[in-house]
């Protein structure tokens, strides 16, 4: 509880009650009852968030996961973070769409097809984290032609940012995470249907979205409750506040994305000489 000194420093009163919370991924996690194994929470603002929870402490060998203990007691968990996800189609409706509506842009690359006809882009505009620690990193459209247009170029991003992410899954998996059932996403970006389709179809996993919206929040106010006697653990109050409002699941373009995904994996380490001397 407050203690009288810290009473006195706050202006708070003296005896209520004080719980532990956690970080702002991992309560983002409690928030979207991202709390068991095989469930993950994606945070997909600005910046993008793969976080896996475990019962083992889990580190991935070359530290390009983030290793910490959960705010679940007893719990662990596994994060990758990309910089710039919803930020890279931001900067692209910023600098080749101006004013245009975000739901229009993307919605106007709903037609072309998986692969946005030979169209890839690397999403490393402010260098990036998870899968590569390199500040001098650098985003790149590779293969355009002159039959592309800007629906192919947004679709593109929007597709560059899903295998960005699934890097995150696979270094997860290589780190022993044995299984990826549900992917609980939030954030501006999971407003989209037609980005949703697309990062089910690139993970091959179930898409959810749930009842709240306050994201990291709501855990915390799920961890004071749970501090408090409200609910006896954090995931029996996961359980009786978060339910499930929609799914998304892989659809037949799978498929061509799986096909895809090495192509794009192959980028980085192919520009990654010339990203250090443009730098």
Known sequence: TLTAAAAAATGLPAGIPVVGGGGDQAANAVGTGAVVDGVVALSL?????????????????????????????????????MLSAAGSLRWFRDTLAPGSDFTDLVN????????????????????????????????????????????????AVLEGVAFGLRDSFELMKN?????????????????????????????QAELVTVNTAEGAAYGAALLAATGTGAFTTVEEACRAAIQVTGTTTPGAQSASYQALYPLYHDLYPALKPTFHKVA
């Open 45 to 81: 603002g600005t910046s993008g968030v793969v976080f896996v929870s475990n019962d083992e402490p889990v580190v991935e060998p070359e530290g390009r996961l983030h290793a910490f203990c959960h705010a679940v007691p007893g719990k662990w968990h596994l994060m990758g973070v």
């Open 108 to 155: 106007a690359a709903d037609p072309i097809a998986a692969g946005s006809d030979g169209l890839l882009f690397l999403p490393y505009l402010t260098g990036e984290r998870t899968p590569h620690p390199d500040p001098l990193a650098r985003g790149a459209f590779v293969g355009l032609t002159v039959r592309h247009t800007r629906d192919h170029m947004t679709r």
């Open 175 to 203: 780190a022993g995470i044995a299984q990826i059932n549900q992917v609980r996403i939030s954030g501006g970006g999971a407003k989209s249907p037609v980005w949703r389709q697309i990062l089910a179809d690139v993970f």
